[in-house]
């Protein structure tokens, strides 16, 4: 098993990177992650004034994966997300979806494992953690997107999805893929309307190879039970538009349906969700049942 400690971030996915390790595939690689503000915020005294704004968002990485070719499909397989130390929340008047708010605070928030607590002016709130990664994706093939931003390249997605046991496709831009992930969340709800989630640092364990998937539409991210289709765009109608015609050509092209009865089966059994609605661009996406796949005879992406 190799290793990448947290030393290792960038702040921006772009061709030009510098990889900080080179892994072949099939080999299992920790990261170790830091929060989304750089692990800047230790205490609730730990004003967001002072915040090197700078270093918001560190990604680790990047991970240069032997034998990718840019416009190969790299499958990441979360096969552990593990949260470490305490989590933290922050209120900031202009930012998120909650326009009331209109003081700055920094909430530290106890993880005991499987719980986080949030105490409130009626008492302790104890909550199921349920860790996941906001920004995880690969370089795209020209330009850079801020790890702050997500798109096509993955990003800041922040998908509730995107937890333990869960496995991700990307189109690598660029040989190698330069692979990179951060910004933990203990736990998270659909939207992140606050501007946040349960921040954390963590370490996150993957192994990753290229997969034969045709015209399968990325990212894409699948779990025991969903599938799903994840698109960000500047407006919401965009996204979910972008998310449903995702779905679409993976129902049609991946797994061979024609057009009526896919669009009969996503409107039966299709969840369309927010993952959150308060990064430079928004992200939606479109989940689908793994059992109706199964049903359909579909034997998986890949195979
Ligand atoms: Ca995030
Ligand atoms: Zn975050």
Not at 8 to 34: D, N, R, S, W
Request: hydrophobic share 40%; aromatic share 6%; charged share 20%.
């Amino acid at each position: 098993m190799v290793h990448l400690s947290s030393d290792h971030v960038f702040y921006a996915f772009e061709p030009g990177l510098e990889p900080a390790i080179t892994i072949k595939q099939g080999e299992e690689l920790t990261l170790e992650t830091m929060d989304c503000f750089g692990n800047q915020l230790k205490t609730a005294d730990d004003s967001l004034d002072a915040l090197d704004w700078d270093r918001i968002n560190p990604a680790t990485g990047p991970v240069f994966i032997e034998g990718v070719k840019a416009g190969d499909i790299v499958r990441i397989k979360l096969l552990k997300v593990e949260p470490t130390g305490h989590c933290t929340m922050a209120c900031i008047p202009g930012e998120g979806a909650i326009k009331a708010i209109d003081e700055t605070e920094t909430v530290i928030l106890e993880n005991t494992g499987d719980k986080v607590v949030l105490s409130t002016s009626r008492g302790d709130i104890k909550i199921d953690t349920l860790p996941m990664i906001g920004v995880i994706g690969v370089a795209p093939q020209e330009g850079s997107v801020a790890t702050g931003t997500p798109g096509a390249h993955g990003g800041n997605m922040d998908c509730t999805m995107i937890g333990q046991g869960a496995t991700l496709y990307f189109r690598a831009g660029v040989d190698g893929a330069l692979f990179g992930c951060g910004d933990l969340h203990a736990v998270m709800g659909d939207g992140e309307v606050s501007v946040c989630g349960a921040e954390t640092p963590g370490i996150v364990t993957i192994v990753a190879d290229v997969v034969e998937a045709g015209d399968l539409p990325t990212p894409f991210v699948e779990d025991e039970q969903l599938v799903a289709a994840i698109a960000s765009a500047s407006t919401i109608d965009q996204a979910t538009h972008d998310a449903i015609d995702a779905m679409f050509a993976f129902l049609t092209k991946v797994v061979g349906l024609d057009t009526n009865e896919t669009a009969n089966l996503m409107s039966l059994v299709g969840f369309l969700k927010y993952c959150q609605v308060v990064d430079p661009e928004v992200t939606v996406r479109f989940e689908f049942p793994q059992q109706v796949l199964k049903e359909l005879g579909f034997k998986g992406i890949g195979k």
